[in-house]
């Protein structure tokens, strides 16, 4: 009778070992031709997983796109249950590519690797800009249509304070269904932390008080020029006309203040305006900064180059370049130089009398060098001097 138990033991003992290992062989061949083979698809794709999905309605959604047939998804449901993923997929936008197994697809969906959308903004950019960006982009949920600056930082969680200049430059990556109010507090945030540690790294003896007036001189900086290499010495004139109490004259400070009036030229009547923002009427900065601001334009303004230039004109010449001048009499030959000569011949001609001591009138002139003039508010009537 023992010998009979432990015959029969052993028999169901091996036919135990036989099960197990068709059963292991069984799973390997469906790992290896089912969970481990290419989806069948030929280009890539997108599949959405909402909030509300679950595994078994993944699965039937995934069959009936061509992903999988119906055995793939029954063995796809079975080994993410078994390998307990089945709870640990998430929501989100997720790129199908070609040559992706079901176990790789099983994992993407469980890593939360989704899609990321990219929206670039530019500096320079105002805040009315930024916003147009924002609700143009299909990406996002729009929550801010149709409320002004206001109400806007109100919906941020920064109630009463104007945001010109208050969000980051630069090329963003999120996902699909991101709002327009979480893209915004990511920009502030970054803007923040950016000008916080600027505003710790300035030198002892900067003339600006406050993080926001390094702020909003670096705005100015940032429209003022496209050449980076300029910053520092465009920050320089604007920090020792604000030494001398000089007026900053820019123009893009008019043109802000113009807002949509503005037409793409600057008249005589327009520097008149009467607006805190423009800056050949009122001296000292304006109120706020005037555009989005840039890690380097931010650094120019805290650490303006040295020097004696109070004065700079564009050379018109597609670089983007200024020539820069310390006193007044030589910036006037640097407008005729680079703005007056080809532009108003005969006004180029007058001028050359006034100032020559320049090279163009040198070349037009057999007068003599004339003494350079000492700073002057005096120059609104002649084109483009600051």
């Not at 307990?84 to 590519?97: D, F, M, V």
């Not at 963003?172 to 990511?186: A, C, K, N, T, V």
Request: aromatic letters at 10%; glycine letters at 6%; one cysteine or more.
């Amino acid at each position: 009778m023992i010998n009979f138990l432990i015959k029969l033991g052993i028999r169901l003992l091996i036919t135990l070992l036989v099960i197990s290992a068709a059963l292991a062989g069984g799973a390997y061949w469906i790992h290896e031709n089912r969970l481990q083979m290419p989806l069948p698809i030929s280009q890539d794709a997108r599949y959405i997983i909402t909030a509300k999905s679950n595994l078994a309605l993944i699965s039937s959604e995934l069959v009936d796109k061509g992903f999988f047939d119906y055995p793939t998804a029954w063995t796809w449901l079975a080994m993410a249950r078994w390998q307990q993923k089945a709870h640990r997929i998430k929501a989100g936008e997720y790129a199908i590519l070609v040559g992706m197994t079901p176990q790789q697809l099983l994992d993407l969906f469980v890593e939360g690797k989704t899609v990321q959308h990219v929206l670039t903004v530019p500096e320079g950019w105002t805040f009315r800009q930024l916003l147009t960006a924002l609700h143009n982009e299909p990406s996002l949920t729009h929550k801010l249509k149709g409320l002004d600056d206001k109400a806007v930082m109100a919906q941020l969680g920064f109630p009463n304070q104007h945001p010109e200049g208050r969000f980051y430059p630069d090329t963003y990556h999120f996902p699909l269904g991101m709002s327009d109010i979480e893209f915004l507090q990511r920009a502030y945030h970054i803007m923040a932390q950016q000008l916080k540690t600027a505003w710790e790294k300035r030198p002892p003896d900067l003339i600006l008080t406050s993080p926001d007036e390094a702020l909003t001189l670096a705005s100015i900086v940032e429209k003022e020029t496209a050449v980076p290499s300029e910053r520092p010495q465009i920050a320089g004139v604007f920090t020792r006309r604000l030494k001398l109490g000089m007026r900053l004259q820019t123009d893009p400070t008019v043109i802000y203040a113009l807002g949509e009036a503005y037409d793409g030229n600057i008249h005589q009547q327009d520097l008149l305006v009467d607006s805190p923002y423009n800056t050949y009427v009122y001296k000292g900065l304006p109120p706020t900064p005037i555009s989005l601001v840039g890690k380097e334009a931010l650094n120019a303004a805290l650490n303006p180059a040295a020097g004696d230039s109070l004065y700079f004109v564009a050379k018109g010449d597609g670089s983007g370049s200024h020539y820069f001048s310390a006193t007044l009499g030589e910036h006037e030959c640097a407008v005729i130089e680079y703005q007056l000569k080809n532009k108003a011949p005969a006004r180029f001609r007058s001028r050359c009398h006034e100032s020559p001591h320049c090279g163009a009138c040198r070349n037009n002139s057999s007068s003599s060098v004339g003494e350079a003039r000492k700073p002057s508010q005096s120059a609104l009537s002649f084109p483009k001097i600051r």
